[in-house]
């Protein structure tokens, strides 16, 4: 009267080795399930589960995470050491007087267009629309009369200044 056939296997029905046809523990039991993501590319992922239970949602992608990097990646959600050069904000054109040679970011600073040319108004050359002295400043302003048919002319002089007063006239100044 053997009614009852025994089979041997894991009875609990917590382990992946459950076998609802076994009636007879044979201490193979070894792995509880535990319920999670079960893949690594994913930021849920559960390094203990052992049944995948839908939980894995969004795609590790790999970068630099943090926006004061000019490397930032704003898709990145896990930092992989890739932020490597501070943000340093300014005007990065060198054409402009505001231009800072440090600025990798511009910011929209620069205003003033470098304008070359003689900058001291002492000089013949002189460019009042000038902001960076080239060096062109080559001749000092020396005022006075430039025309040699009045008395007052002086030869030194390269800016008139009006004190040419009294024309030359040449002749007998005997009366």
């Known amino acids: ?5 025994i089979v041997e296997g894991c009875t ?28 690594p590319a994913y930021l849920e992922y559960d390094p203990n589960a052992t049944i995948d239970d839908g939980s894995c949602l969004t795609l590790i992608v790999e970068g630099c995470t943090d ?18 050069t ?25 205003a003033t267009l470098i304008v070359e040319g003689c900058t001291d108004s002492l000089y013949l050359e002189y460019n009042a629309s000038a902001n960076v002295d080239d060096g062109s400043c080559i001749t000092l ?11 007052e002319y002086d030869a030194s002089a390269n800016l008139d200044d009006g004190s040419c007063v009294t024309l030359i006239v040449e002749g007998c100044t005997d009366d």
């Open 141 to 151: 302003i020396v005022e006075g009369c430039t025309d040699d048919s009045y008395l």
């Open 86 to 110: 501070l943000i340093v904000e300014g005007c990065t054109d060198d054409s402009y007087l505001e231009y800072n040679a440090s600025a990798n970011a511009d910011d929209g600073s620069c």
């Open 1 to 5: 009267s053997c009614l009852t056939l």
């Open 12 to 39: 609990d029905d917590s382990y992946l080795e459950y076998d609802p046809s076994a009636n007879v523990d044979d201490g193979s039991c070894a792995t509880l399930i535990v319920e999670g993501c079960t893949d």
């Open 67 to 84: 926006p004061a990097y000019l490397e930032y990646d704003s898709t990145a959600n896990v930092d992989d050491g890739s932020c490597l």
